[in-house]
Protein backbone atom coordinates (compact mmCIF):
# COMPACT_ATOMS: atom_id res chain seq x y z
CA UNK A 1 0.00 0.00 0.00
CA UNK A 2 1.47 3.64 -0.85
CA UNK A 3 2.14 5.95 1.71
CA UNK A 4 0.24 8.61 2.40
CA UNK A 5 1.20 12.05 1.23
CA UNK A 6 1.75 14.77 3.75
CA UNK A 7 -1.30 16.79 3.73
CA UNK A 8 -2.05 20.28 4.96
CA UNK A 9 -4.30 19.45 8.63
CA UNK A 10 -6.76 21.85 9.87
CA UNK A 11 -7.19 20.32 13.50
CA UNK A 12 -5.22 17.75 15.90
CA UNK A 13 -7.00 16.08 18.77
CA UNK A 14 -6.45 12.30 19.25
CA UNK A 15 -7.15 12.45 15.42
CA UNK A 16 -6.72 14.67 12.82
CA UNK A 17 -8.55 16.17 9.35
CA UNK A 18 -6.79 16.98 6.57
CA UNK A 19 -8.21 17.59 3.51
CA UNK A 20 -6.83 15.01 1.29
CA UNK A 21 -4.26 16.32 -1.49
CA UNK A 22 -6.03 13.73 -4.83
CA UNK A 23 -9.89 13.63 -4.80
CA UNK A 24 -11.16 10.04 -6.04
CA UNK A 25 -14.10 11.37 -7.35
CA UNK A 26 -15.34 15.10 -7.85
CA UNK A 27 -18.19 15.25 -5.22
CA UNK A 28 -15.30 15.53 -2.59
CA UNK A 29 -12.95 13.23 -0.80
CA UNK A 30 -11.69 13.59 3.01
CA UNK A 31 -9.27 11.58 4.63
CA UNK A 32 -9.54 11.27 8.85
CA UNK A 33 -6.58 9.75 10.38
CA UNK A 34 -5.76 9.17 13.72
CA UNK A 35 -2.93 10.54 15.91
CA UNK A 36 -2.60 8.17 18.34
CA UNK A 37 -1.00 4.20 17.87
CA UNK A 38 -5.02 3.30 17.15
CA UNK A 39 -4.87 0.15 15.04
CA UNK A 40 -8.77 -0.22 14.61
CA UNK A 41 -11.67 1.87 15.51
CA UNK A 42 -12.86 -1.22 17.56
CA UNK A 43 -10.20 -0.72 19.77
CA UNK A 44 -9.77 3.04 20.41
CA UNK A 45 -10.85 4.31 23.95
CA UNK A 46 -14.35 5.79 24.60
CA UNK A 47 -13.05 9.74 24.62
CA UNK A 48 -11.19 8.97 21.26
CA UNK A 49 -14.87 6.97 20.11
CA UNK A 50 -16.79 10.24 21.14
CA UNK A 51 -14.48 12.68 19.35
CA UNK A 52 -14.58 10.85 15.79
CA UNK A 53 -17.97 10.71 16.23
CA UNK A 54 -18.52 13.95 16.77
CA UNK A 55 -16.17 14.91 14.02
CA UNK A 56 -18.02 12.34 11.89
CA UNK A 57 -21.48 14.38 12.46
CA UNK A 58 -20.24 17.40 11.63
CA UNK A 59 -18.74 16.53 8.55
CA UNK A 60 -22.27 15.22 7.23
CA UNK A 61 -23.90 18.63 8.47
CA UNK A 62 -21.10 20.28 6.20
CA UNK A 63 -22.03 18.27 3.03
CA UNK A 64 -25.95 17.50 3.90
CA UNK A 65 -25.81 21.99 3.30
CA UNK A 66 -24.27 20.87 -0.08
CA UNK A 67 -27.10 18.53 -1.05
CA UNK A 68 -24.61 15.37 -0.26
CA UNK A 69 -24.49 12.40 2.02
CA UNK A 70 -21.48 11.07 3.12
CA UNK A 71 -20.07 7.17 3.26
CA UNK A 72 -17.40 6.46 5.67
CA UNK A 73 -14.99 3.30 5.17
CA UNK A 74 -12.61 1.74 7.31
CA UNK A 75 -10.10 -1.39 6.09
CA UNK A 76 -8.31 -3.16 8.85
CA UNK A 77 -5.53 -5.42 7.07
CA UNK A 78 -2.71 -7.61 8.92
CA UNK A 79 -3.15 -6.70 12.30
CA UNK A 80 0.18 -8.23 13.34
CA UNK A 81 1.74 -5.32 11.09
CA UNK A 82 0.25 -2.50 13.75
CA UNK A 83 -0.61 -0.02 10.95
CA UNK A 84 -2.48 2.90 11.96
CA UNK A 85 -6.08 3.21 11.20
CA UNK A 86 -7.34 5.77 9.00
CA UNK A 87 -11.01 6.70 8.10
CA UNK A 88 -12.07 7.55 4.40
CA UNK A 89 -14.91 9.81 3.68
CA UNK A 90 -16.57 10.48 -0.01
CA UNK A 91 -19.28 12.44 -0.26
CA UNK A 92 -21.62 11.87 -3.12
CA UNK A 93 -24.99 13.68 -4.39
CA UNK A 94 -27.82 12.16 -2.76
CA UNK A 95 -29.28 10.10 -5.37
CA UNK A 96 -26.42 8.46 -6.22
CA UNK A 97 -25.56 7.78 -2.23
CA UNK A 98 -28.99 6.20 -1.99
CA UNK A 99 -27.17 3.15 -4.37
CA UNK A 100 -24.32 2.57 -2.07
CA UNK A 101 -25.83 0.27 0.25
CA UNK A 102 -26.08 -2.13 -2.58
CA UNK A 103 -23.15 -1.92 -4.46
CA UNK A 104 -21.07 -2.55 -1.31
CA UNK A 105 -23.45 -5.57 -0.17
CA UNK A 106 -22.86 -7.15 -3.82
CA UNK A 107 -19.18 -6.26 -3.62
CA UNK A 108 -18.70 -7.63 -0.47
CA UNK A 109 -20.25 -10.82 -1.15
CA UNK A 110 -18.15 -11.44 -4.00
CA UNK A 111 -15.18 -10.79 -1.90
CA UNK A 112 -12.53 -12.00 0.01
CA UNK A 113 -12.47 -16.36 0.38
CA UNK A 114 -14.91 -18.22 -1.34
CA UNK A 115 -15.82 -20.57 1.29
CA UNK A 116 -15.91 -17.80 4.96
CA UNK A 117 -15.63 -19.49 8.24
CA UNK A 118 -17.71 -15.91 9.17
CA UNK A 119 -20.96 -14.61 8.23
CA UNK A 120 -19.86 -12.87 4.96
CA UNK A 121 -22.02 -9.26 5.72
CA UNK A 122 -22.63 -7.88 8.92
CA UNK A 123 -25.27 -5.83 9.33
CA UNK A 124 -23.88 -3.10 12.13
CA UNK A 125 -27.07 -0.55 12.40
CA UNK A 126 -28.22 -2.19 15.79
CA UNK A 127 -25.54 -3.27 17.39
CA UNK A 128 -23.23 -0.98 16.54
CA UNK A 129 -19.07 -1.80 14.96
CA UNK A 130 -17.41 -2.57 18.42
CA UNK A 131 -20.22 -4.95 19.41
CA UNK A 132 -20.25 -6.66 16.00
CA UNK A 133 -16.72 -7.24 15.06
CA UNK A 134 -14.50 -9.00 17.63
CA UNK A 135 -10.96 -6.63 17.93
CA UNK A 136 -8.58 -9.25 17.15
CA UNK A 137 -9.86 -9.52 13.50
CA UNK A 138 -8.80 -7.31 10.09
CA UNK A 139 -12.06 -6.34 8.93
CA UNK A 140 -13.90 -4.15 6.49
CA UNK A 141 -16.54 -1.66 7.69
CA UNK A 142 -18.35 1.02 5.52
CA UNK A 143 -20.63 3.46 7.18
CA UNK A 144 -23.78 4.97 5.44
CA UNK A 145 -24.05 8.77 7.24
CA UNK A 146 -24.29 8.09 11.29
CA UNK A 147 -26.06 5.07 11.90
CA UNK A 148 -26.62 1.91 8.92
CA UNK A 149 -23.39 -0.07 8.26
CA UNK A 150 -22.13 -2.75 7.05
CA UNK A 151 -19.19 -5.14 8.03
CA UNK A 152 -17.04 -7.79 6.68
CA UNK A 153 -14.45 -9.84 8.57
CA UNK A 154 -11.57 -10.44 6.39
CA UNK A 155 -10.53 -13.64 6.24
CA UNK A 156 -7.74 -13.47 3.89
CA UNK A 157 -5.41 -10.28 3.84
CA UNK A 158 -3.73 -11.21 0.23
CA UNK A 159 -7.31 -11.63 -1.37
CA UNK A 160 -8.62 -8.14 -0.34
CA UNK A 161 -7.66 -5.07 -1.62
CA UNK A 162 -6.54 -1.87 0.64
CA UNK A 163 -8.41 0.44 -2.59
CA UNK A 164 -11.83 -2.04 -1.64
CA UNK A 165 -13.51 0.74 -0.91
CA UNK A 166 -12.62 3.05 -3.47
CA UNK A 167 -13.03 0.24 -6.23
CA UNK A 168 -16.71 0.22 -5.35
CA UNK A 169 -16.81 4.09 -5.22
CA UNK A 170 -15.76 3.83 -8.61
CA UNK A 171 -17.57 1.41 -9.81
CA UNK A 172 -21.20 3.45 -8.90
CA UNK A 173 -19.31 6.79 -10.57
CA UNK A 174 -18.56 4.63 -13.82
CA UNK A 175 -14.70 6.20 -12.79
CA UNK A 176 -11.34 4.73 -14.73
CA UNK A 177 -9.51 3.00 -12.35
CA UNK A 178 -6.61 5.91 -12.82
CA UNK A 179 -8.70 8.23 -10.98
CA UNK A 180 -9.09 6.42 -7.87
CA UNK A 181 -5.79 3.88 -8.04
CA UNK A 182 -3.62 5.97 -9.83
CA UNK A 183 -4.15 9.95 -8.84
CA UNK A 184 -1.81 12.42 -10.22
CA UNK A 185 -0.38 14.12 -7.48
CA UNK A 186 -0.71 17.85 -6.78
CA UNK A 187 1.59 20.46 -6.65
CA UNK A 188 1.94 22.74 -3.25
CA UNK A 189 0.18 25.70 -4.22
CA UNK A 190 -3.01 23.15 -5.33
CA UNK A 191 -2.82 21.23 -2.38
CA UNK A 192 -2.70 24.66 0.19
CA UNK A 193 -5.76 26.02 -2.38
CA UNK A 194 -7.66 22.79 -1.96
CA UNK A 195 -6.69 22.76 1.86
CA UNK A 196 -8.02 26.36 2.31
CA UNK A 197 -11.34 25.54 -0.20
CA UNK A 198 -11.68 22.83 2.88
CA UNK A 199 -11.40 24.57 5.66
CA UNK A 200 -13.55 27.56 4.36
CA UNK A 201 -16.65 24.75 4.01
CA UNK A 202 -15.85 23.44 7.14
CA UNK A 203 -15.49 26.40 9.74
CA UNK A 204 -19.24 26.75 10.53
CA UNK A 205 -19.27 23.35 11.30
CA UNK A 206 -15.70 22.92 13.50
CA UNK A 207 -16.99 21.72 16.99
CA UNK A 208 -13.25 21.99 17.77
CA UNK A 209 -13.40 25.73 17.66
CA UNK A 210 -15.42 25.68 21.24
CA UNK A 211 -12.80 23.58 23.04
CA UNK A 212 -9.53 25.80 24.77
CA UNK A 213 -7.04 26.33 21.98
CA UNK A 214 -9.03 25.31 19.33
CA UNK A 215 -9.57 28.46 17.59
CA UNK A 216 -7.51 29.07 14.46
Not at 27 to 35: E, I, K, L, Q
Not at 94 to 114: C, H, L, M, T
Request: hydrophobic share 35%; aromatic share 12%; proline share 5%.
Amino acid sequence: RPAWPRTPAHRSLSHCAAAAPVRCHDDGYVVTAFGYAHLTRVTIDETTWNEMRVFMNSLCKMYAKQGKQVIFTETVLNLKKRRHTYIECFAMENSRAQQASSYFKKAIAESDVEWSQHKKLIDTTDKGLRRSIPPQFDYFYVQFGLHQGLAHVIEDHSKFPWYFAREVIGGMLNLSPDIYLRPKRQLPDEEKKRANEFLEQWLPFDWTAELDGGEL
